[in-house]
């Protein structure tokens, strides 16, 4: 089954404590992203990137590190969270042009909360 | 700059109302619009896209139509469902960037 798989779905965490939320998928895509959703806020872009080993920033990329070392794996990396990084948090992919065809493709979500 | 915005809900309708979920973007060049769908405890799920000026773009009912000179892409359905109940995004994509609305919530009551 095509999909991006995230993980973990929940995670509680305290400030400063170093942590990577996974993503993985399945359907050879190229293009990949990290996304933010918080309410009144919709969606948010953090980073994405375009290939393997291309990254680039989205528009809250601040405290949040990315990599690209395999074309189906792009982990989020919060070196020192803070609270104000609450969220809930998606990956998503599709091929490099995104089309009617190949739309963004969405993980289940990762509930983050740091105290 | 780009950017996004769409009616605060949540929007409450009873089955077989008609919905109409207003969507306006400012964009430079030539964006592509989408219309996403949530579910409770779900990722977003594509509904219907459309890439340049009076396409329209529809599934499952619903429709939107690129409006360049008014910079809309408002989301219509004839006659709403229980199951349509969800949370809508409306988003433009340019430049390999996506730029998402805050997001509606719509409740149908049988």
């Known amino acids: 089954e095509a999909q991006v798989t995230q993980n973990p779905r929940y995670l509680i965490t305290v400030t400063g404590k170093k942590l990577t939320v996974t993503c993985s998928q399945n359907?050879?895509?190229?293009?990949m992203s990290w996304y933010r959703q918080d309410p009144g806020l919709g969606l948010r872009q953090i980073y994405y990137?375009?290939?393997?080993?291309?990254?680039d920033k989205g528009d809250v990329p601040e405290g949040y590190k990315v990599s690209r070392k395999e074309k189906r794996n792009f982990p989020l990396i919060l070196e020192s969270p803070s609270p104000n990084q609450t969220s809930l948090y998606f990956c998503?992919?599709?091929?490099?042009?995104?089309?009617?065809?190949?739309?963004?493709?969405f993980g289940n979500g990762t509930r983050l909360t740091v105290t | 700059g780009n950017s996004v915005t769409q009616m605060e809900g949540p929007v409450t309708l009873s089955e077989e109302a008609f919905l109409t979920i207003n969507c306006t973007y400012t964009a430079t060049g030539y964006p592509s619009l989408f219309w996403y769908v949530q579910y409770p405890g779900e990722g977003l799920q594509l509904l219907l896209k459309a890439t340049k000026a009076d396409d329209k773009g529809s599934n499952k009912g619903f429709e939107a139509t690129y409006r360049k000179e008014t910079t809309s892409f408002h989301l219509e359905k004839g006659s709403v469902q229980v199951s349509d109940s969800a949370v809508y995004f409306c988003?433009?994509?340019?430049?390999?960037?996506?730029?998402f609305g805050s997001g509606t919530k719509l409740n149908v009551k049988p």
């Open positions: 990137s375009m290939n393997v080993e291309v990254t």
């Open positions: 359907m050879n895509h190229e293009y």
């Open positions: 998503a992919s599709s091929f490099r042009e995104v089309s009617y065809n190949s739309p963004l493709h």
């Open positions: 988003a433009l994509n340019n430049f390999n960037k996506f730029y």
